[in-house]
């Protein structure tokens, strides 16, 4: 059944087509984005972001930007099928084996992107003042035109989305707990994305962000 909703722009209000009540297909210039809100139960949710709050061995690392070194503002962890790193801003990370949870997690976005992930990198938002600055998934060991499947566990957060050249198309979407966003065609080459940092008392929040690394 094809309907209608409404997705917040930061200038005005405008409408986006749904493929079903349950994936959301959104048309945008130069990118591809689904988003399914209930991708996981609320049950299923809470189980898994207990589990890897509790087991990850949490990374917080020195970022650079723009030549300023300053502490990440959220906690990281990476995970692989192989041993070869991944690097954002000077800085480099190795992975961990994945763990018998998260390899469930990805076969399942795998199921549903028809795509094949190697590695998830994972971010822990404890709190508002955690966030992750305007940037593309555009690393050189991604490829072209990468396909990004994010799925978030804990507080909803407003995910922030604008075009590089078209100032109108700025966006935002809530991702919620248990929910999958999908990234693919040339969004990253056209599009930048944040999770800006808020001044509202929210509760931790937990993405996972599979993507595909290659040899380069």
């Known amino acids: 059944m094809l309907v209608s909703i409404v997705c917040t722009n930061l200038d005005k209000n405008y409408a986006m087509d749904l493929f079903s009540e349950k994936k959301q297909h959104f048309n945008l210039?130069?990118?591809e984005l689904i988003y399914i809100p209930n991708f996981f139960s609320k049950q299923e949710a809470d189980s898994y972001f207990k589990i890897i709050e509790t087991d990850t061995n949490w990374r917080h690392d020195d970022i650079t930007v723009f030549g300023k070194t300053d502490k990440q503002p959220r906690l990281t962890a990476l995970f692989?099928?192989?041993n070869q790193p991944y690097g954002y801003s000077n800085n480099v990370m190795h992975p961990k084996p994945f763990t018998p949870n998260i390899k469930t997690i990805k076969q399942?976005?795998?199921g549903t992107a028809h795509y094949k992930f190697n590695t998830v990198l994972i971010n822990?938002?404890?709190d508002g003042n955690d966030s992750n600055g305007w940037h593309a998934d555009n690393e050189k060991e991604l490829g072209k035109n990468p396909v990004i499947a994010s799925v978030s566990f804990g507080e909803t957060r407003p995910f922030y989305?604008?075009?590089?050249?078209?100032k109108e198309?700025?966006?935002?979407?809530n991702l919620d707990h248990g929910s999958l966003l999908i990234m693919e065609g040339e969004m990253q080459q056209h599009w930048l994305h944040q999770i800006a940092k808020t001044k509202k008392q929210v509760e931790p929040r937990i993405k996972l962000t599979f993507r595909k690394l290659i040899k380069v």
Do not use: D, W
């Open 29 to 31: 210039p130069n990118a």
């Open 108 to 110: 399942r976005v795998e």
């Open 169 to 173: 198309q700025r966006h935002k979407l």
């Open 124 to 126: 822990l938002y404890r």
């Open 161 to 166: 989305f604008k075009h590089r050249s078209i």
């Open 80 to 82: 692989g099928e192989t």
